[in-house]
C-alpha cells in the first residue's frame, strides 16, 4: 500500500521534472523573452480588480481585491465608458518599479451569451498601417474608438513625466484581455515606448497571421496566458484549413493545465512554441469550460454578479472626475497625489451613520 503510494509519488515527479525540462529547451530556443510566473500572479490580481464596480474603493484602491500581492498601488486615471460598458485603470506599483494599466470588457450580457456571439466574429477591419492585417471591428474600437484610449494615453504622459522611464505592463482578462494587447500594441506603435510588456488571461482571438506576425515583432514581450480548458482562447474559430483567412492567435501562449490523480494533482504552466497556435498547449483540449474562464491562477476573474454595466461612486471622489455628454466618467488624479485625507473623510462619515 505505502508502497504504491511513493511509486505514483516518485511518477510525478519524474513526468513534472521533464515537463520543466523541456519548457526551459524550448524557452531558450525560441524566445528572449522570460516567462516570469511571479509576475503572472501579480499582474492576475489587477486585471482581476479591474472588474469592481465601486469606483471609490477601486480610486483609493480599497476595494476587496485590491489587497494581497496588489497592495500600495497607487491609481492615477480610472476610466469608465459607460455607453460601451468598459472599464480601465493606470497607476504605478512601486514595488513592480511600473506602470500598471489594467482593462475589463463589456458585463452588458450574461457571459454565456458573450461567448456565443464570439462564434459568429468576423475579420472584418484593416489594421491601420499592416498591410494584410485583419482585425475584428467590435475590440478594436473598444479600445481605439471609446473614451478609453484619450484617458489611458493621457494618463500614460502624465505619469511618464513623474515618474521618468517606468516599464508599461498591460493586462486583462477576456475581452480585457484583447483591449490589452491593441493598448499595448498603440504604446509602442504610435507613442514610440520601447518598454511595453502584455500579459493577458483568458484572451480571446484578435485578428489574423498577419496581424499576429506584426504584432509579435512589435510587442514580444508579451504572454497570453490560458487556462485548461477555458472555451474563449478558442474563439473566435481558428480553421487550420484556412490559414491564411482565419483568426490566429498571437505568441507566447502560457498553458495551465492539471497533472495527476485522486489527491495528487498538480498545476503545470506549460510555455508554448512561438507560433502562437501551438496544437500541444490550449488547442490540445476541446474549450469547453465557462468555469475555467473565470479562474486564473486560483483568483476569481469577471464581476461578482453579471449585472447591466453601472456606476457606484462616493460623492467625495466626484471631485477628482469629469463625466462627458454621453454620461462617460474619468477619474483622475495627479501622481503620488495624496489620497489619504479622502479615505479619513469616508472613514469619519462612515463612523456617522
Ligand atoms: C519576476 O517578477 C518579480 C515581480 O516583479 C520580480 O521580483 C522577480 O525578480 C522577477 N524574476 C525574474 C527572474 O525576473
Ligand atoms: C467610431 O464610433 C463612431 C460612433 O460610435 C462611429 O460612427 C464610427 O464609425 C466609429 N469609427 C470606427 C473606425 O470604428
Given amino acids: 500500500m505505502g508502497q504504491k ?8 515527479m519524474c513526468l513534472f521534472t521533464f515537463s520543466c525540462a523541456r519548457e526551459l529547451r524550448v524557452k531558450r530556443h525560441h524566445s528572449p523573452q522570460v516567462y516570469n510566473h511571479t509576475l503572472a500572479t501579480i499582474l492576475v490580481e489587477y486585471a482581476s480588480a479591474v472588474y469592481m464596480s465601486d469606483l471609490t474603493e477601486l480610486f483609493t484602491w480599497t476595494c476587496s481585491r485590491c489587497d494581497g500581492l ?23 506599483a512601486k514595488d513592480l518599479n ?3 494599466i489594467a482593462f475589463r470588457g463589456t458585463q452588458e450580457h450574461s457571459i454565456q451569451n458573450w461567448i456565443e456571439d464570439l462564434f459568429w466574429k468576423q475579420l472584418d477591419i484593416n489594421y491601420p498601417g499592416m498591410s494584410d492585417a485583419m482585425v475584428h471591428h467590435g475590440f478594436y474600437s473598444a479600445y481605439h474608438n471609446t ?3 484619450p484617458a489611458i494615453i493621457n ?25 490589452a494587447a491593441f493598448c499595448g500594441l498603440d504604446l509602442t506603435v504610435n507613442l514610440g515606448i520601447q518598454n511595453v510588456q502584455v500579459m493577458t488571461f483568458g484572451q480571446p482571438r484578435i485578428g489574423n497571421a498577419a496581424f499576429a506576425s506584426y504584432y509579435t515583432q512589435l510587442v514580444p514581450n508579451t504572454f497570453r496566458v490560458t487556462n485548461d480548458h477555458d472555451i474563449v482562447p478558442h474563439l473566435p474559430p481558428y480553421y487550420s484549413y484556412f490559414p491564411q483567412k482565419t483568426y490566429h492567435h498571437f ?82 488624479r495627479p501622481p503620488a497625489a495624496s489620497i489619504l485625507k479622502l479615505r479619513t473623510d469616508s472613514d469619519a462619515a462612515g463612523n456617522h451613520f
Fill in 5 to 12: 503510494k511513493w511509486l505514483i509519488l516518485l511518477v510525478f
Fill in 70 to 92: 496588489t497592495k500600495g498601488f497607487e491609481i492615477i486615471e480610472l476610466v469608465v465608458d459607460v455607453q460601451h460598458c468598459l472599464q480601465g485603470f493606470l497607476g504605478v
Fill in 98 to 100: 511600473a506602470i500598471v
Fill in 147 to 149: 473614451t478609453i484610449r
Fill in 155 to 179: 494618463a500614460v504622459e502624465r505619469a511618464k513625466d513623474f515618474y521618468g522611464d517606468l516599464n508599461i505592463m498591460v493586462t486583462g482578462h477576456s475581452m480585457g484581455g484583447a483591449m
Fill in 251 to 332: 505568441p507566447r501562449e502560457v498553458w495551465l493545465y492539471h497533472i495527476g490523480l485522486g489527491s495528487l494533482i498538480y498545476e503545470v504552466e506549460k510555455i508554448c512554441d512561438g507560433s502562437g497556435e501551438d496544437p500541444s498547449c490550449s488547442r490540445s483540449v476541446t474549450g469547453n469550460s465557462v468555469s475555467d474562464h473565470l479562474v486564473y491562477f486560483g483568483v476569481r476573474m469577471g464581476c461578482n454578479e453579471w449585472t447591466p454595466c453601472r456606476i457606484v461612486m462616493d460623492p467625495r471622489v466626484a471631485e477628482y472626475g469629469k463625466t462627458d455628454l454621453k454620461g462617460n466618467f474619468i477619474l483622475s
